[in-house]
């Protein structure tokens, strides 16, 4: 089976890669268990963390080489690609700083003469990635993974094969040894074949459809799995905002990577009080967006990853037209080559719609006005998704907590939504199952084992 791989900003082809046969999955997951029993686990913590330390230096120096390969495979503006390698590098040596520390055996006090917990490697670990930030989505989950000891096999999303090549080669130049992080071309069917394959756990960044089968298929095999999913991010701007910042950083919440991320503000759910100042800003912020060539510098909105997202974008937006949304500015795709969708804001835009019941992947804000904080929070909260929220207030989110109330995985309060890696990442409901990052993100992927010594 052949995979080929097209630019989305011009619609050329970029090239044809073989697929892995799906019955080789497995001799992948065992050779990459040899790999683990025989060098990875026996090498010691401080060493890892030093490879993790040449490979972020590696992705620092050349950068612009990663980036132009990111941009080119799924769009986004070549600005952004550039600080998601950058970030890259900061997990690196963010990990290699703090990694060792989170896996310190933590004494306890039984009585015994000894009693402590120690956190061994599990194992091989399978992982499924997206193609919205193929750099940043793959390393997050599989750096702390493998400076705890464990071996990985990445199935990257075939839209970006050459971000998941190009990961192997350069993990393998910083110093890690041959096969601690391999890579498999393929499909969905190569994904299924790698969760039904005999890892010790699973990891899966993508939709809540394939996370749920994913987690189906771990389950029958009792392996542990973390799943990160869809998102439908409320931005709450309450009255004492400051509508001005909120506006502002709005837009680049929903628009970040074309508005392709789980984590953009995908609802603005607005006090009627600044409803008209917070909107006229914003759209005034929306309509110096500059929609073009994702490797020109002053782009800001590049291309859809795919000509059919335009037309699941294209049929929320008339979905909502048709109950009574208004289109503010954008709602169409520009003439011309590439999957490119013009920044579209809405308003007049109820709870019940499919721009607000739905994830919507792409430069579209819908607006929707509430009339008091108790509203604002029962809208934020009435979606299937909890990964992210956003809360704008100068003193009355904070003076009645209103970040209890959220039902979300991380709440920001006058920021937007990021991932950062000393933050715990991940969402409830349809938004997944478990956490990366942080010390808590380390340690899903170990055995806490309890030692006590009488």
């Known amino acids: 089976m052949k995979i080929t791989t097209v630019n989305p900003a011009t619609e050329e082809v970029l090239a044809e890669y073989d697929a892995i046969p799906v019955e080789q999955v497995k001799d992948e997951v065992q050779d990459s268990r040899m790999v683990f029993n025989s060098i990875w686990k026996k090498i010691d913590i401080s060493e890892r963390a030093k490879l993790l330390r040449s490979l972020g230096h590696i992705l620092h120096a050349r950068k612009t080489e990663f980036a132009t390969i990111i941009t080119n495979e799924m769009g986004k503006p070549i600005r952004e690609s550039l600080a998601e390698v950058e970030k890259c590098s900061w997990v690196c040596e963010y990990f290699a700083d703090n990694g060792p520390k989170f896996l310190e055996h933590e004494e306890l006090n039984t009585g015994a003469k000894s009693s402590y917990v120690r956190f061994d490697p599990l194992g091989v670990i399978g992982c499924i990635m997206p193609w919205n ?93 973390i799943l990160e999913l869809g998102g439908s991010d409320p931005f709450v701007v309450l009255k004492d905002a400051d509508v001005d910042k909120a506006a502002e950083i709005g837009v680049a919440s929903r628009f970040l990577n074309n508005g392709q991320s789980c984590i953009a503000a995908k609802r603005f759910i607005v006090a009627e009080e600044v409803l008209e100042e917070f909107t006229k800003k914003f759209q005034e912020h929306v309509e110096k967006q500059i929609v073009g060539d994702p490797l020109d510098p002053k782009t800001t909105i590049g291309p859809l990853v795919r000509g059919n997202s335009r037309e699941v974008i294209a049929k929320q937006i008339s979905d909502s037209t048709s109950v009574g949304a208004k289109i503010l500015t954008g709602g169409d795709a520009p003439s011309g080559t590439g999957f490119f969708f013009n920044p579209t804001v809405l308003t007049n835009v109820q709870p019940e719609m499919s721009v607000s019941r739905e994830e919507v992947f792409g430069p579209v804000a819908p607006i929707i006005s509430v009339k008091n904080p108790i509203q604002a929070i029962k809208i934020a909260n009435d979606t299937e998704f909890g990964l992210g929220s956003s809360i704008w207030s100068e003193k009355y989110a904070i003076e009645n907590n209103l970040a209890k109330d959220i039902d979300a995985g991380m709440v920001y309060i006058n920021s937007m939504v990021i991932s950062d890696p000393r933050v715990p990442f991940g969402g409830v409901k349809n938004s997944g199952i478990g956490r990366e990052l942080s010390d808590y993100g380390i340690k899903e992927f170990v055995n806490v084992k309890s030692v006590i010594v009488n």
């Open 133 to 225: 930030f193929p750099f940043w989505q793959a390393l997050r989950f599989c750096l702390p993974a493998m400076l705890a000891g464990n071996t990985v096999v990445l199935k990257h999303s075939s839209v970006c094969p050459l971000s998941g090549n190009t990961l192997q080669h350069v993990i393998e130049e910083a110093g890690f040894p041959k096969g601690v992080f391999r890579h498999l071309v393929g499909n969905y069917t190569v994904g299924e074949a790698l969760a039904q394959a005999p890892v010790d756990a699973i990891s899966i960044t993508g939709s809540t459809r394939a996370g749920k089968r994913v987690a189906e298929i771990a389950s029958q095999n009792l392996h542990k799995f």
